[in-house]
T-cell receptor, first 113, second 113 residues
Framework: GESVGLHLPTLSVQEGDNSIINCAYS??????FIWYKQESGKGPQFIID?????DKRQGQRVTVLLNKTVKHLSLQIAATQPGDSAVYFC????????????FGTGTKLQVIP | DADVTQTPRNRITKTGKRIMLECSQT?????MYWYRQDPGLGLRLIYY???????NKGEISDGYSVSRQAQAKFSLSLESAIPNQTALYFC????????????FGPGTRLTVT
């Protein structure tokens, strides 16, 4: 079936290092992807998005890479800070119809001071 | 002030009781959503509404109903709560049109005993 999922449930990173969070998707009709950050006790918060006609998009300290050939996207966080500790999950949108957004299960990022 | 608010934030109820979760938004968005979040399963869509007169079932609507009382208000009801409806519930909003970013409320933690 169609799914959006993450390779690793937990990622521990030293403060100051770069973090890479991966996501695989299976729906070839997906044309838009979003990364969300969810801090403990809070709702998900938009980080960055990318359309399927792009390979890379950069934001403030974050970069999303999209590889449509292998249906994979990643979120890179530069100079990881303690405030980056959260659950990160990707979501994809299919083209046409309702344009359903499907959310992945999430990766917990732990920043080690 | 928060753009998307949910009440209550926490609720413990007994099996068979009727429960209503409320969501209000000040973002002026037409589109509103209800999700539940369970560990390891990510966010799953219960119902969504694209305007006041529009209600649509999501992937897990059984046992739930919704009411869109106004553009700013979207409530979720559990007609007869059961223990497997214990979860974290999120309301979200989004603009109509080409952006798919969703803005989430802080969540309601519901426990059915």
């Amino acid at each position: 079936g169609e799914s959006v999922g993450l390779h690793l449930p937990t990622l521990s990173v030293q403060e100051g290092d770069n973090s890479i969070i991966n996501c695989a998707y299976s729906n070839s009709a997906s044309d838009y992807f979003i990364w969300y950050k969810q801090e403990s006790g809070k709702g998900p918060q938009f980080i960055i998005d990318i359309r399927s006609n792009m390979d890379k998009r950069q934001g403030q300290r974050v970069t999303v890479l999209l590889n449509k050939t292998v249906k994979h996207l990643s979120l890179q966080i530069a100079a990881t800070q303690p405030g980056d500790s959260a659950v990160y999950f990707c979501a994809d949108k299919t083209s046409g119809g309702y344009q359903k957004v499907t959310f992945g299960t999430g990766t917990k990022l732990q920043v080690i001071p | 002030d928060a753009d998307v608010t949910q009440t209550p934030r926490n609720r413990i109820t007994k099996t068979g009781k009727r429960i209503m979760l409320e969501c209000s938004q000040t973002k002026g968005h037409d589109r509103m959503y209800w999700y539940r979040q369970d560990p390891g399963l990510g966010l799953r869509l219960i119902y969504y509404s694209f305007d006041v007169k529009d209600i649509n079932k999501g992937e897990i609507s059984d046992g739930y109903s919704v009411s869109r009382q106004a553009q700013a208000k979207f409530s979720l009801s559990l007609e007869s709560a059961i223990p497997n409806q214990t979860a974290l519930y999120f309301c979200a909003t989004s603009e109509a049109g080409g952006t798919y970013e969703q803005y989430f409320g802080p969540g309601t933690r519901l426990t059915v005993t």
